[in-house]
């Protein structure tokens, strides 16, 4: 401890740095970079007949390592440390005769102009520039000016460093300012425990002419797995994409020696377009017993299936990881927008990358295994790209669910983790009379599935819950008769297509606020307006309180089921405006006094969840409410008459009456779930 500083600012002083090597003696002193880490960037900018400087060079052995290798044999070591510099000399003068080290203060060096083409620096800027006071600022623009007078044209500069940002912005500024080319080489690590957490950076500045009024600036960063340079359009992207590295170290160092209590995610992007390719989630299990063979796995979620419960949230994943009995299991989300050749293909590429980020305790030359859904990485087939004012960019993709099942998505890209829309697709089948020949059997393409809609089908559990509220319509048939629905909030038109299809003398009204949405629901999901289906292009809340004055008490059922774009409130579904008690009191108003709201809400804040529920029980003195498993959705089935309330058991008799009425001969139906289960576990309120 005797060695350390009692100020930063004795770094930059010649009476701490004689004191630190006569204490230290004759043992090299290597702030951070070995020269094995440092060589392979190093060999890139220096070649064997350049004229090399190296400033602030200590008792350091990474010039003598340089000279023993044969990168260069003419080597120029200054320090203004007389203890080191003579120590240096000594350790050298009889076996490497193209070196010397000479007693000089770099910020007023003796050498003519452009007299060397190499200037190396190995912490020696880290140690000057070690705050951002104004005398601190001036030494390092002045070891800059004197660094760049020394180096000829086409010359580099070459500077170890942590990449403190105060330190890494200091450099960039200047020297792109003076029309230098600027790149950031991270070092690759050797794998062995380093002094420091944090990653090691080689800036190389190759100097320019400064051509007058030229205003462009060429800022480049090398990432240690990669060759080449990726441009850079500024200082801030860059020291952005530095940052980035160091908080990817640190959060390496920290779980590769404690279990993560909570689980870590993280974006690996793609090389070219510097967008996210995989996204991986690090997720541990305490209760899994640990044993040679199963610390560490990596999973791969078949493309289109993140979005599912087990994959895209952290229940599910904890659920995944516990089941699949490893103490620590590493899930990898595919993305739509990059292309993948293959499983082989995706663990060549993330191999070396997921290591990093292995367990404590894995044992050496341990095998990890690659773990996936069937052995592929599914399909995912993007069908349309569009972009809404409302609704911001989205897609419409085909994916491949379990088995032979296709299945059409609207996803919003703002939130790109969670269906907004899903329709089944149908297989293709003969025409009446159509016969198959085996020469023309055609083995279907991956990429494309089966087109037709499937309209039984209700992709959500919410949309079946909403569907089973309906059997508190009607008396003592099961069927309803004539219906009059509101629908606000059209996504895909799936909920508004079954109302229309399977209930039969149903009018069904559909508010929708995004043009586009039509658009893509008409086009892609099968929908399609007609005598009984009538959508209107307007705002939900001008809609009701436009009837609310005009024609009160006319529907017989209202389904809310509308997202919020703002995303920084708690609730997501629906909009707050839409659950306020004066617009409350007009939905009531337009409801016929047996009909039912029914509600798809949405809301992870606690205290705005009670509060939507207090002005609910206000304007609605029956309330029903049905959690989604597994799932934030809660439909809430509302009426304005307590006299009508029902047991969860007959609610469940009303559920399967109604079932039985929709189900007709010669009319598909979904039966992967009863209507009766939706309502299973529904509480008065």
């Known amino acids: 401890m005797e060695l350390l500083p009692r100020s930063p600012a004795e770094f930059s002083s010649a009476r701490y740095w004689d004191r630190f090597f006569r204490q230290r003696g004759q043992r090299p002193f290597e702030w951070y970079g070995a020269f094995p880490e440092l060589c392979p960037v190093l060999h890139k900018y220096v070649r064997p007949r350049d004229k090399v400087l190296v400033v602030g060079c200590g008792n350091s052995e990474l010039s003598e390592q340089m000279y023993d290798v044969g990168m260069c044999q003419d080597i120029v070591n200054i320090d203004l440390s007389e203890a080191a510099v003579r120590q240096m000399q000594e350790r050298s003068a009889s076996t490497r005769p193209g070196m010397s080290y000479l007693l000089m203060d770099m910020l007023h060096m003796d050498f003519p102009d452009a007299h060397f083409q190499v200037v190396l620096d190995k912490g020696t800027l880290d140690a000057l520039l070690t705050d951002e006071e104004e005398a601190t600022l001036a030494k390092a623009e002045q070891m800059f000016a004197e660094i760049s007078r020394v180096l000829q044209v086409g010359g580099r500069y070459l500077c170890v460093s942590l990449a403190q940002a105060h330190v890494l912005k200091k450099a960039v500024e200047y020297f792109s300012q003076e029309g230098w080319v600027v790149r950031v080489h991270q070092v690759a690590s050797s794998g062995d425990k380093q002094q ?94 640990p044993s040679r063979d199963n610390h560490f796995a990596i999973f791969i979620i078949p493309q289109g299936r993140e979005t599912e419960w087990l994959f895209g949230t952290e229940e599910g994943r904890r659920q995944l990881a516990a089941s699949a009995g490893f103490g620590r299991l590493l899930t990898v989300a595919l993305h739509r927008e990059q292309l993948y050749e293959g499983m082989a293909a995706i663990q060549a590429e993330l191999s070396g990358k997921v290591m990093e980020l292995a367990p404590p305790g894995l044992p050496a030359r341990q095998q990890v295994p690659f773990l996936s859904v069937g052995g592929d990485i599914g399909v995912r087939a993007v069908r349309h790209r569009g972009s809404s004012a409302l ?58 599935p089966p087109g037709a809609i499937d309209k039984s089908y209700l992709c959500c559990e919410h949309h079946k819950a909403m569907v089973a509220g309906l059997c508190l319509l009607g008396g003592p048939d099961a069927l309803p008769g004539e219906l009059a629905v509101l629908v606000v909030g059209l996504g895909g038109g799936s909920l508004p297509l079954f109302v229309h299809d399977y209930f039969s003398q149903a009018r069904v009204a559909v508010v929708e606020i995004d043009p586009s949405m039509l658009e893509v629901a008409t086009r892609w999901f099968g929908f399609c307006q ?117 047991s969860p058991a007959e609610l469940g008799a009303r559920a399967r009456a109604l079932e039985g009425a929709l189900r007709q001969p010669g009319r598909p139906w979904d039966s992967s779930y009863v209507l009766a289960d939706m309502l299973q576990t529904v509480l008065v309120l």
Do not use: W
């Not at 967008?275 to 690090?282: A, C, D, I």
């Not at 009531?588 to 029914?598: M, N, R």
């Not at 009670?610 to 409410?625: D, I, K, M, N």
């Open 196 to 289: 420091f957490v944090l990653p090691v950076f080689v800036y190389v500045m190759t100097k320019f002419r400064k051509v007058p009024g030229s205003a462009a600036r060429i800022l480049e960063i090398c990432p240690e797995e990669q060759d080449r340079p990726l441009r850079v359009e500024s200082a801030e992207r860059l020291l952005a994409a530095v940052k980035d590295r160091q908080h990817y170290a640190l959060l390496c160092s920290q779980i590769s020696k404690t279990p993560c209590r909570e689980q870590v995610s993280l974006d690996l992007c793609d090389r070219e377009s510097g967008k996210p390719r995989y996204t991986l989630h690090v997720v541990d299990s305490p209760s899994v017993k």
């Open 391 to 448: 609704s911001g960019d989205f897609v419409v993709e085909d994916v491949k669910g379990d088995g032979s099942c296709y299945f059409r998505r609207l996803i919003f890209l703002q939130n790109r983790n969670v269906v907004q829309s899903e329709a089944r697709l149908l297989a293709p089948t003969p025409l009446p009379g159509q016969k198959k020949r085996r020469k023309d059997k055609k083995k279907p393409s991956p990429t494309e």
């Open 530 to 646: 007609g005598e009984r289906m009538q959508v209107h292009v307007c705002d939900g809340l001008d809609y009701v309180a436009k009837l609310a004055a005009e024609a009160p008490a006319q529907y017989d059922a209202i389904m809310f089921d509308v997202d919020s774009k703002d995303l920084t409130v708690g609730m997501s579904c629906p909009p707050p405006a839409f659950v306020e008690e004066p617009f409350l009191q007009k939905v009531k108003t337009i409801l016929k006094p047996e009909g039912v709201f029914v509600l798809n809400l949405v809301c992870r804040d606690a205290r705005l969840k009670e509060s939507v529920l207090g002005t609910l029980r206000a304007v609605f003195p029956l309330l029903y409410a049905r959690r989604i498993q597994g799932e934030v959705n809660e439909i809430l089935l509302c009426q304005a008459g307590p006299a009508g309330r029902r």
